[in-house]
């Protein structure tokens, strides 16, 4: 990549632990655990940290041994760490049962609510300058499930970065497990203040349905997405928007992307590309940070989509939320060209 391409790319969010249970069993099952960090803005950053730009996240860790081990994991990723605060002694969690054939693989929280991130003030980044200096800045729709600090903390954030001339990056990443049933009345609220912020928006036709309230005239998903996606981008004045299809085949998966520009009025989809699971968590992260290379390279449409593409495909591949692909190993799968042996 090109020196004059080289961008700071900074995150919001949560540090989890990644617990998983090894050889596919179950918890019930199992006597060991594997563990790892992680965290949406942790996977999106440092794979772009592997494409050559320079990379923090604004965050609270534990001040114990777990904030240590944590912090130790995202300085062995490249990560900066003037953005890192110690607090508290709680780290969020999550256990991964890895499933197998027609049984699915399963995810159980643990420690959310009140660790040190999602415990921490609402001023507590103020004196950070963070939007100065990030040239892209990536929040996840996670965190707006979590409080109103949180809520607060994202918006703030967001606003002073766009404020500064920065490109907001927000991934919708809608769960409603994550939304108490009161919360959820507040939920389009919350995502459509995030939408007026942002510059680059991850998202399918079913945020715009389900979160948003859109109405579509087909049940075609990729009719929905021709349909709805500009009405999107026009409501809110996001200049991209960009997400993926994802098809559910008896001998893997099917991978679909697509991009739309708002100052051209160009939706482009990616070629479909099959792809054999072995650990699909954080193959959604690979594909934005795809996304945003694209972006900052000046890629056109149809280039950066299935770049993303091929960096999402990858990462299914790779066991752990954090694929670290190298952009040789991206333009391989793009062009088709997987070898057999590397030798």
Same mark, same amino acid.
Request: glycine share 10%; aromatic share 8%; hydrophobic share 35%.
């Given at each position: 990549?090109?020196?004059?391409?080289?961008?700071?790319?900074?995150?919001?969010?949560?540090?989890?632990?990644?617990?998983?249970?090894?050889?596919?069993?179950?918890?019930?099952?199992?006597?060991?655990?594997?563990?790892?960090?992680?965290?949406?803005?942790?996977?999106?950053?440092?794979?772009?940290?592997?494409?050559?730009?320079?990379?923090?996240?604004?965050?609270?860790?534990?001040?114990?041994?777990?904030?240590?081990?944590?912090?130790?994991?995202?300085?062995?990723?490249?990560?900066?760490?003037?953005?890192?605060?110690?607090?508290?002694?709680?780290?969020?969690?999550?256990?991964?049962?890895?499933?197998?054939?027609?049984?699915?693989?399963?995810?159980?929280?643990?420690?959310?609510?009140?660790?040190?991130?999602?415990?921490?003030?609402?001023?507590?980044?103020?004196?950070?300058?963070?939007?100065?200096?990030?040239?892209?800045?990536?929040?996840?729709?996670?965190?707006?499930?979590?409080?109103?600090?949180?809520?607060?903390?994202?918006?703030?954030?967001?606003?002073?970065?766009?404020?500064?001339?920065?490109?907001?990056?927000?991934?919708?990443?809608?769960?409603?497990?994550?939304?108490?049933?009161?919360?959820?009345?507040?939920?389009?609220?919350?995502?459509?203040?995030?939408?007026?912020?942002?510059?680059?928006?991850?998202?399918?036709?079913?945020?715009? #349905?389900?979160?948003?309230?859109?109405?579509? =005239?087909?049940? *075609?998903? +990729?009719?929905?997405?021709? !349909? %709805?996606?500009?009405? /999107?981008?026009?409501?809110?004045?996001?200049?991209?928007?960009?997400?993926?299809?994802?098809?559910?085949?008896?001998?893997?998966?099917?991978?679909?992307?697509?991009?739309?520009?708002?100052?051209?009025?160009?939706?482009?989809?990616?070629?479909?590309?099959?792809?054999?699971?072995?650990?699909?968590?954080?193959?959604?992260?690979?594909?934005?940070?795809?996304?945003?290379?694209?972006?900052?390279?000046?890629?056109?449409?149809?280039?950066?989509?299935?770049?993303?593409?091929?960096?999402?495909?990858?990462?299914?591949? #790779?066991?752990?939320?954090?694929?670290?692909? =190298?952009?040789? *190993?991206? +333009?391989?799968?793009?062009? !088709? %060209?997987?070898?057999? /042996?590397?030798?």
């Amino acid at each position: 990549m090109a020196k004059a391409n080289l961008k700071q790319i900074t995150s919001f969010g949560e540090v989890m632990m990644r617990l998983e249970v090894p050889s596919h069993l179950t918890l019930s099952q199992s006597r060991s655990l594997n563990y790892s960090f992680t965290g949406t803005g942790v996977n999106v950053v440092a794979a772009l940290i592997k494409l050559g730009h320079q990379g923090a996240i604004v965050t609270t860790l534990p001040s114990n041994s777990l904030g240590d081990a944590a912090e130790a994991s995202l300085r062995g990723l490249g990560f900066q760490m003037e953005y890192v605060r110690r607090e508290g002694q709680l780290l969020g969690s999550y256990f991964l049962e890895t499933g197998y054939g027609p049984r699915k693989s399963k995810v159980t929280y643990a420690s959310r609510k009140n660790s040190s991130f999602n415990s921490a003030s609402r001023d507590v980044y103020d004196h950070l300058p963070v939007a100065k200096e990030s040239d892209y800045f990536h929040l996840c729709g996670i965190g707006l499930a979590m409080n109103e600090e949180i809520r607060y903390q994202m918006k703030t954030l967001a606003g002073e970065v766009k404020s500064q001339g920065g490109t907001v990056v927000f991934d919708c990443n809608f769960r409603a497990s994550l939304w108490s049933e009161e919360e959820k009345k507040q939920a389009k609220h919350h995502y459509e203040d995030m939408l007026r912020l942002s510059d680059i928006v991850m998202m399918n036709e079913r945020d715009a #349905i389900s979160l948003l309230g859109y109405e579509a =005239s087909s049940d *075609d998903r +990729l009719d929905q997405i021709k !349909e %709805l996606i500009p009405r /999107i981008a026009e409501d809110y004045h996001i200049r991209v928007i960009s997400g993926t299809q994802r098809t559910i085949e008896a001998d893997g998966h099917s991978i679909q992307g697509f991009l739309y520009r708002k100052e051209t009025g160009g939706m482009t989809f990616g070629k479909p590309m099959r792809v054999q699971v072995l650990d699909r968590i954080g193959a959604g992260d690979a594909y934005t940070a795809g996304i945003i290379h694209g972006e900052i390279c000046g890629y056109d449409p149809g280039y950066t989509v299935q770049y993303a593409t091929a960096a999402s495909v990858l990462a299914h591949t #790779i066991i752990g939320d954090t694929a670290l692909s =190298s952009e040789e *190993d991206i +333009l391989q799968v793009m062009n !088709e %060209l997987v070898l057999d /042996i590397e030798r």
